[in-house]
């Protein structure tokens, strides 16, 4: 059992992935859409997310951990400052409004230390309005970061759990070796997640 933690530079991230597109889920979540409505974009990193949410005309609040990310998505050029709200906060502190359409947490989640993921799953559930959707990846057990006893990483079927308050749109698993964005060699076990949140009262097991 691999005691050590996983620790990563954020900084080196944001610099190299800057310039990258929009995230596949973000844009599967958001064909789904009729018209632009209010989205959380939580671990937004310096935004690739967002501005792609900002360009569609929809209402951001972008949200990470990292005071990095939050000034490199501010200083990005043509933000419209009327529709976006930004905060640095950590998963383990989230604060989230109510009544949101649409959370998306791209590659972020399986940062959560493991005893906050719960609380931060339930949070995320709550905020979304029914018909809301929530979008973006959890790791899985197959992973090489799952190891680390400071990341949250699931089972297929502990994704399936998480999702029982969802109809479940895409659900796509991916795993084969290959490389991070600093260029290290990793096992890629990745849960990408597109879900849109039912009422308390439906039940589409009968
Ligand atoms: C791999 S990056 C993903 C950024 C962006 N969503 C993307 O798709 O490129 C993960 C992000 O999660 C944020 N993060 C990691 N742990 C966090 C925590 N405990 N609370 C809040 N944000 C966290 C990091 O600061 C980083 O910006």
Redesign the pocket.
């Known amino acids: 059992m691999n005691n050590q933690v996983f620790e990563r530079k ?1 900084s080196d ?2 610099q190299a ?1 800057e310039g ?1 597109p929009p ?1 596949e889920t973000l844009l599967m979540a958001l064909e789904k859409f009729e018209e632009p409505q209010f989205a959380v ?1 939580l ?3 310096d935004g ?2 967002t501005v792609e949410l900002l360009k569609r005309g929809w209402r951001v609040l972008g ?4 005071a990095e ?1 939050i000034a490199r998505l501010r200083s990005r050029p043509y933000i419209d400052f009327n529709r976006l709200e930004t905060r640095v ?4 502190d989230l604060v989230l409004p109510k009544s949101v359409d649409l959370i998306n947490a ?3 989640l399986p ?3 493991p005893e906050h993921f719960s609380d931060l799953w339930n949070k995320i559930v709550s905020a979304l309005q029914v018909g809301g959707r929530f979008c973006g990846q959890f790791f899985g057990d197959r992973d090489s970061w799952a190891t680390y006893p400071n990341m949250s990483h699931h089972t297929r079927s502990q994704v399936e759990e998480l999702l029982q308050p969802f109809t479940v749109e895409v659900l796509q698993e991916e795993q084969h070796p290959g490389t991070t964005a600093l260029g290290e060699q990793k096992y890629w076990h990745i849960f990408h997640i597109v879900a849109c949140k039912k009422s308390i009262n439906s039940n589409h097991d009968i």
Do not use: K, N, T
């Not at 949200?63 to 990292?66: H, L, P």
């Not at 906060?89 to 383990?92: D, E, H, K, T």
């Open positions: 954020w991230y944001y992935v990258r995230r974009d671990g937004c990193g690739r997310d949200i990470d951990g990292e990310a906060m950590r998963f383990q791209s590659f972020c940062f959560c230390p």
